[in-house]
């Protein structure tokens, strides 16, 4: 169940200009190469927080990476093949991702648990199949994909010339549009739409029971979460400059159940906990380590030990860290009492 | 389509139907006693042959020894991810096919890291082969594994339907508390289940080797071949994933010679997503699970 909204209070407002700072500053305390995870690592919370608006519904998809590729190929080819603008193509890729995700839900949502795992995984499987397929090569260029998408555009104002070929603009970029989606994400949520995901979730029957249509409000979160995946791959697409249908394989999803489940699915902030501090583990920890062969065995042990015993993800420790800060605060004060306390 | 080329792709599709029949059995045979979907059921069949790859390939040993080891070694990983996995996470089916992704990943870096990524070459087992008078060929390395299909599934399903222990299985299967309230042991007839799930993925690992030139990731087309047979046969029913695997294997062979692989894999998933629309419960699936 979502939590109570917390009444906004001084220690809030600071946090969120301390956040605010920090996101704008950072680029600026790393190298280049950490500049371009970085930009990877904003359209990868995109990814993941539209990925948790699907599974409040209670299923879990298997073809989120690629519908976020259908948002790639959308506005990849609408910009290079029909001189779309850059910013345009990338809302016609998102909205094409959210419509296939509609036409999808028919077949997909008569299924539930298991067979809508497994359901999704295949509509998944086909999409990327009829990219790959030579017949179709004169579209979605087959096996290569499509090189040579046209980048985003220079903005230039006046005297300013912002250059989106830099990753620094690139990153800026991102995120204003990955905090905009969020803020909408949340509203969602929080609206009587998310709620009703939530009772979609615990109580189906009970849901129908009271007038629900759970297949129009499964659809819905479907359709949303999928708007906004695309949209994360739209912007990668013109980040990176190619797509092809390896980048959005299977193993690929599995990072994003990773990220989601190492993070937790309960709060909105678990999923974006997981991505980034998985992130940093792996461009931090393994880069230095320089073991790149293995690092999809770490993170398979790193799943099966988080399933074991972090089942609630790392969203789980926040309330118990926050406790012990709370229990260290209060045995002080009581050490301090006591320590002021005449001794009789 | 020359009766020659229609009599080759039946033997052909045959040959497909018996290891992708032996593959399926043991996924649903895992799914039936513990509740769980093993995603990494193909990487189990690549270990398999990996197996032959190191011992017939590269030590030298005799190819049905070294298919026999597959078969142990594979049934032994099969323990291993029962144990460390499947055990504690009996209440969360989600979570034990989510920890069998991360299971699917350790098995491809171990693959990896020990063979490296290239593609291996395991030399026939044997250059014998059967031609009939019209120029049809089945050579006996596939025939092997079309024995070995028969026989193996004809074995357990005798082992199921007449011994004890075959009894206790589907009982846990069908209702693992009650089969416990009867003095049942939860956790061996699981070890059973999992043992010759995984070995049956082994074995027809070990057997295709020299056939296909095994990589660390060929247990991708597997598994999702794998999941189109199980949703087709129904998720419970070993027979029906039999059914399936010969139904699916005649579908793709088919198609394949006549149009490309590619469509092939597109019509097996339509398949698949039809009948999930249609009858989710499979197209010989009944209630019984097991």
């Known amino acids: 169940m979502p939590e109570r909204t917390a009444t906004p209070h001084l220690a809030w407002l600071i946090g969120a200009v301390l956040l605010t700072a920090a996101l704008i500053f950072l680029p600026y305390a790393l190298s280049l190469s950490q500049q371009e995870i970085l930009v990877l690592l904003v359209i990868n919370v995109l990814l993941v927080s539209s990925y948790r608006l699907l599974t409040l519904t209670g299923e879990w998809s298997l073809a989120h990476v690629v519908i976020m590729g259908v948002g790639a190929y959308a506005s990849a080819l609408v910009s290079k093949d029909l001189s779309v603008p850059v910013p345009v193509a990338m809302l016609i890729g998102a909205a094409t991702a959210g419509l296939v995700a509609f036409l999808l839900s028919f077949p997909l949502f008569r299924m539930k648990g298991f067979y809508f795992l497994i359901g999704s995984f295949a509509a998944g499987e086909i999409i990327r199949l009829l990219w790959k397929w030579t017949d179709l090569t004169w579209l979605f260029g087959g096996p290569k994909g499509i090189k040579l998408i046209p980048p985003f555009p220079d903005i230039k104002l006046f005297s300013i010339d912002i250059d989106f070929y830099n990753p620094v603009n690139y990153y800026y970029l991102c995120l204003i549009v990955v905090t905009a989606s969020l803020v909408v994400l949340y509203r969602v949520e929080r609206s009587r739409i998310g709620l009703t995901f939530h009772a979609i979730h615990w109580q189906d029957k009970l849901a129908e029971s009271v007038g629900v249509d759970t297949f129009r409000y499964r659809t819905l979160a479907f359709v949303i979460s999928s708007f906004f995946a695309g949209l994360a791959g739209a912007l990668y697409a013109h980040y990176i400059g190619t797509v092809s249908p390896t980048r959005f394989d299977v193993e690929e999803m599995v990072y994003v159940l990773i990220w989601a489940i190492v993070g937790g699915t309960a709060t909105f902030y678990g999923p974006i906990l997981g991505v980034v501090v998985l992130t940093i583990l792996n461009e931090v920890v393994l880069r230095a380590l320089g073991v790149d062969e293995m690092r999809p065995m770490l993170y398979g042990a790193l799943l099966i030990l988080s399933i074991l015993f972090l089942p609630n993800g790392l969203e789980s420790l926040v309330p118990k860290i926050k406790g012990w800060f709370a229990g260290r605060k209060r045995a002080v004060e009581d050490a301090r009492a006591e320590a002021e306390q005449p001794a009789e | ?290």
Request: with cysteine.
């Open chain 2, 1 to 290: 389509m020359s009766l020659e080329l229609f009599i080759q792709t039946v033997v052909n599709a045959t040959y497909a139907a018996s290891y992708m029949a032996l593959i399926a059995v043991g996924l649903v045979l895992i799914f039936g006693v513990m509740g769980v979907i093993n995603f990494a059921h193909g990487e189990l069949y690549m270990a398999g042959a990996y197996a032959v790859v190191a011992l017939y390939a590269g030590l030298g040993l005799p190819f049905f020894l070294a298919v026999f080891a597959g078969l142990i070694f594979v049934g032994l990983l099969g323990l291993l991810m029962e144990y460390t996995m499947f055990r504690p996470l009996r209440d969360n089916p989600l979570g034990g096919l989510i920890a069998s992704i991360g299971f699917l990943l350790i098995l491809q870096t171990v693959a990896v890291l020990g063979f490296g990524v290239r593609m291996e070459h395991v030399p026939p087992s044997t250059q014998s082969k059967i031609v009939l008078s019209n120029g049809v060929v089945l050579t006996y390395e596939r025939l092997y594994v079309v024995v070995a299909a028969v026989v193996l599934l004809t074995a357990l399903w005798l082992f199921l339907r007449k011994s004890k222990f075959g009894r206790a299985l589907r009982a846990c299967a069908q209702d693992r508390e009650a089969a416990a309230l009867q003095g049942m042991s939860i956790n061996n007839t699981a070890r059973l289940a999992m043992f010759i799930g995984a070995a049956l993925a082994g074995v027809a690992g070990a057997l295709t080797a020299p056939l296909v030139s095994p990589t660390p990731y060929m247990g991708h087309p597997v598994i999702i071949t794998a999941f189109i047979i199980i949703i087709v046969g129904g998720v419970g029913s070993l027979e029906g994933a039999v059914l399936a695997a010969i139904l699916y294997a005649f579908v793709s062979t088919f198609v394949t010679t006549i149009y490309d692989g590619t469509l092939a894999n597109i019509v097996g998933l339509l398949l698949m997503l039809a009948v999930l629309i249609v009858k989710p419960t499979g197209l010989f699936g009944a209630k019984e699970r097991a």
